[in-house]
């Protein structure tokens, strides 16, 4: 267990040398957000409420979605795709822990330190700029806090499985790009899965994604009663369970067929 | 003549190294093509809530978007210089650009394009038409010779703007991430520029002007009398912005000092 924190701490100390590359970061996004708060304005136009959500929860909304998505972004798909194409994956087979098991503790380190110097203050920038609503309620904030970990954990899962199919498909770029592409339209970064039509709500339903921007965003935005809430949590963690098998089992069948050349 | 003689020889050489990696070019269409659907998808979903935008209607946004995506296409395949700073000055290979018998910009152009983004005009083109033919707008003989000049305009724009940045490199040796923050601005340009306050109309129309690549030069084709005179503005806007860019990098190319060894 020690040298799996270990590695967290690593990742966050590196993360930390490069730091200034996160002040540009936290503009890029909030341009973005701006992006979408003046879309979301003009769509509600004189109206008071969509699907239940008003303007000012629609730019909350907005806001959360993308400084969450920091922190629970990264490329560990693409450095795994890297490791493997350059064959480094040999050496890492051969240490002693669990490579994916390193990955995914990489990856939080890097969630940890954007936490602190990207979600955390890029929110309170951006909550000057754009009238946003904030919840006094300390349930909203714990359920908030537990439901964001578990999106952090399905994201990176869904990570690994992209990073894994490079064993079979050599050169995956395209579908990392194309993964990247689907996750911000179906995990609701972009609209909120109430706003799709029923027919494609109910597909949805049965995809792990909207677990992993829709579900904390609504929570934080307290558009969700605390029942929902919790029953989407519960729905988010039996994703975190489910999709271990995938992962395992094609996990298996790389590590039997993969081929180092030279090194 | 010889400049277009060195540009499709290029082109020649460019085809023959694609198709060697044929399922890998087929994914990057794939994944092309997701992309540009997954904003359309947004239309769709957001005018299931709303009959009006701003004032505009659904097939106007969907067109506007339509026509975005052709300059843009147009951009993305020969104005490939977001890595500028570390592939040209950093590891030096400006050195080489420098030594070849055709301008260094023009140069960098061929080495660099993706020929591949080219397709990302025929999506925009089949939205252009879904959306006119739902719109009922009657092409006159004037609009393809028009369509072509605010394409090209706009491509301008965008290239002008894109080559400016890149010439901020001659000057401070840091890396920048401009480059990745303008192609998020450039995404205002999308979307009609009446939604926005007026200080980023502003800006989008004179400092950064994005918004003649998308919203004003569609708008002459949907009929839009009240912005007229900005959409005829496109072609200018393109040559003025293109022109001082060149003239910046011609100063940045004297001030190379080139990167050791």
């Known amino acids: 267990m020690d040298k799996y924190l270990e590695m967290i701490r690593i990742r966050f100390l590196m993360m930390l040398a490069y730091r200034t590359n996160y002040y540009t970061g936290i503009l890029i996004y909030s341009i973005n957000i701006g992006a979408y708060y003046f879309l979301w304005s003009a769509i509600y136009g004189e109206k008071d409420a969509i699907e239940g959500m008003s303007v000012i929860h629609m730019s909350t909304y907005v806001a959360i979605a993308w400084m969450a998505r920091a922190f629970y972004f990264n490329n560990i798909d693409r450095e795994m795709a890297a490791e493997i194409k350059e064959g480094k994956v040999a050496v890492e087979l051969i240490r002693p822990y669990n490579y994916l098991g390193m990955k995914t503790m990489q990856g939080l380190g890097e969630g940890i330190f954007r936490l602190f110097f990207f979600s955390v203050p890029g929110m309170v920038i951006v909550s000057f700029i754009f009238p946003l609503q904030f919840s006094a309620d300390a349930a909203t904030w714990l359920l908030f806090v537990l439901s964001i970990v578990l999106s952090f954990f399905i994201n990176i899962q869904i990570n690994l499985l992209t990073g894994i199919t490079t064993f079979f498909l050599f050169n995956n770029t395209g579908l990392i790009r194309a993964k990247r592409v689907v996750i911000d339209l179906f995990s609701g970064l972009l609209i909120p899965i109430s706003f799709f039509p029923t027919w494609a709500q109910d597909v949805l339903k049965f995809l792990p994604f909207q677990g992993i921007s829709y579900v904390p965003s609504m929570i934080f935005t307290n558009s969700f009663s605390n029942n929902e809430a919790v029953q989407a949590i519960i729905l988010q963690g039996i994703w975190v369970l489910i999709l271990i098998i995938p992962i395992q089992i094609l996990w298996i069948i790389a590590k039997k067929q993969l081929i180092i050349q030279g090194g | ?261």
């Open chain 2, 1 to 261: 003549m010889f400049y277009i003689k060195i540009f499709f020889q290029y082109v020649a050489q460019y085809m023959k190294t694609r198709m060697q990696y044929r399922a890998d070019l087929f994914v990057e269409f794939i994944s092309d093509l997701l992309f540009q659907a997954v904003n359309l998808i947004f239309i769709l979903v957001v005018f299931g809530h709303t009959n009006l935008l701003g004032g505009w209607t659904r097939d106007e946004i969907i067109f506007i978007y339509g026509f975005f995506l052709v300059p843009y296409a147009l951009f993305s395949s020969f104005f490939n210089i977001w890595d500028f700073n570390e592939r040209y000055i950093v590891k030096g290979e400006l050195d080489r650009i420098l030594t070849r018998p055709i301008h260094s910009l023009f140069q960098m152009v061929l080495e660099r394009m993706e020929l591949e983004s080219l397709f990302g005009a025929l999506t925009g083109i089949a939205v252009m038409v879904y959306a006119g033919m739902s719109l009922g707008l009657v092409i006159s003989w004037a609009d393809p010779l028009l369509f072509l000049l605010f394409v090209i305009g706009g491509m301008l724009v965008y290239g002008g703007i894109f080559v400016m940045i890149a010439c901020i490199s001659f000057w401070a040796d840091a890396r920048t991430s401009i480059m990745p923050m303008m192609y998020n601005i450039g995404n205002y340009g999308r979307y009609p520029v009446d939604i926005y306050n007026s200080v980023i109309r502003f800006i989008l129309t004179w400092v950064l002007p994005f918004a003649f690549v998308g919203v004003y030069p569609a708008a002459y084709f949907l009929g839009k009398e009240e912005w007229l005179l900005y959409s005829f503005l496109t072609p200018v806007m393109g040559i003025i912005f293109f022109g001082i860019s060149i003239l910046i990098w011609n100063s940045g190319v004297k001030r190379y000092r080139g990167a050791g060894n």
